[in-house]
């Protein structure tokens, strides 16, 4: 393995890692409105994005985009489903359902394999089609069982899975396409700071410097360490060790969700993620048969 493969794996278990513990660090901001929090995630994000692109002087590709207002409707769409997708986290964290949120990221997967057959005519191959088969009769066995929909998973693997359609469709690197979308939430999210503070008073004010304001200050930065190192792991292994190792996350949240703060887990949702875990486990075999089948046959020509 050359240098730079080791430095990709590195950096994948960093991005990995890193929204693996994510759920730690919004338990200490517990204190303090979501939608606050919201607002500073997204205020700090876009400041320390803007901030690396300065650095980096990655900047010239901002001209060409007066010239395309479909990709910033594009973006600006993307950008709304981040803010969803961060909502419904930040809530499923505060209200005690950590374990959920590994669900929703455990069927991220199948369900982008799943919309990439609806809305780009992809083929699904046989052993996707029986790893979508089976993880929707694990959402259909939870369903039924706890007489409702598991819609915290559900919106998280949405949300995300929609995301993942749009970013298909521009051609940006992830940091150029992230700070595009900070910025054009920066107006949404200082309008929504000035709201929650005329509800009550704002973390800067109420006595909160510096621990709470410092934790705040530090969204953007936890916010944009795994998206920057995600791409640079891309760019580094092989797409299906990264995608191996994408279970990372899930599987440190369900960790976190059951054994640190002590979720309650029933034998009815042990079963449905069993569902969930098989069909992963499936997907991951097939798509790790379907690369090395593909590699054996082009080294024949």
């Known amino acids: 393995m050359n240098p730079s493969s080791y430095r990709g794996y590195l950096y994948a278990l960093i991005a990995f890692g890193t929204w693996g513990f994510l759920p730690v660090y919004w338990k200490q901001l517990h204190a303090l409105p979501m939608l606050e929090i919201l607002a500073h995630r997204m205020i700090w994000s876009a400041a320390t994005m803007i901030i690396a692109l300065a650095v980096l002087k990655d900047l010239a590709w901002l001209p060409a985009l007066r010239n395309s207002?479909?990709?910033?409707?594009?973006?600006?769409?993307?950008?709304?489903?981040?803010?969803a997708n961060w909502i419904t986290y930040l809530w499923a964290v505060e209200t005690g359902f950590v374990a959920k949120i590994s669900l929703g990221y455990f069927i991220n997967p199948l369900l982008s394999v799943?919309?990439?057959?609806?809305?780009?005519?992809?083929?699904?191959?046989?052993?996707?089609?029986?790893?979508?088969?089976?993880?929707?009769?694990?959402?259909?066995?939870?369903?039924?069982?706890?007489?409702?929909?598991?819609?915290?998973?559900?919106?998280?693997?949405?949300?995300?899975?929609?995301?993942?359609?749009?970013?298909?469709?521009?051609?940006?690197?992830?940091?150029?396409?992230?700070?595009?979308?900070?910025?054009?939430?920066?107006?949404?999210?200082?309008?929504?700071?000035?709201?929650?503070?005329?509800?009550?008073?704002?973390?800067?004010?109420?006595?909160?410097?510096?621990?709470?304001?410092?934790?705040?200050?530090?969204?953007?930065?936890?916010?944009?360490?795994?998206?920057?190192?995600?791409?640079?792991?891309?760019?580094?292994?092989?797409l299906s060790s990264l995608g191996l190792m994408q279970y990372i996350a899930p599987s440190t949240q369900f960790i976190l969700g059951v054994f640190l703060y002590k979720e309650p887990f029933t034998t009815v949702e042990l079963i449905g993620y069993g569902f969930i875990w098989t069909a992963l486990i499936l997907y991951s075999l097939e798509g790790l048969h379907h690369t090395r089948t593909a590699l054996r046959s082009s080294s024949l020509f």
């Open 69 to 83: 207002p479909r990709t910033l409707l594009l973006v600006f769409a993307a950008a709304l489903l981040t803010a």
């Open 114 to 238: 799943f919309l990439a057959r609806l809305f780009l005519g992809e083929r699904l191959r046989r052993g996707q089609k029986i790893a979508v088969s089976i993880a929707v009769a694990g959402v259909i066995y939870l369903t039924v069982s706890l007489g409702e929909l598991p819609w915290i998973a559900l919106s998280l693997a949405g949300t995300f899975g929609v995301y993942g359609l749009i970013r298909k469709k521009i051609d940006l690197s992830g940091m150029q396409f992230f700070s595009l979308e900070m910025t054009l939430l920066l107006v949404p999210a200082l309008l929504l700071l000035l709201y929650t503070g005329q509800q009550a008073p704002a973390a800067w004010t109420a006595g909160a410097w510096p621990r709470l304001s410092l934790l705040l200050l530090g969204t953007g930065v936890v916010s944009a360490i795994p998206l920057v190192s995600f791409g640079a792991a891309a760019r580094l292994i092989p």
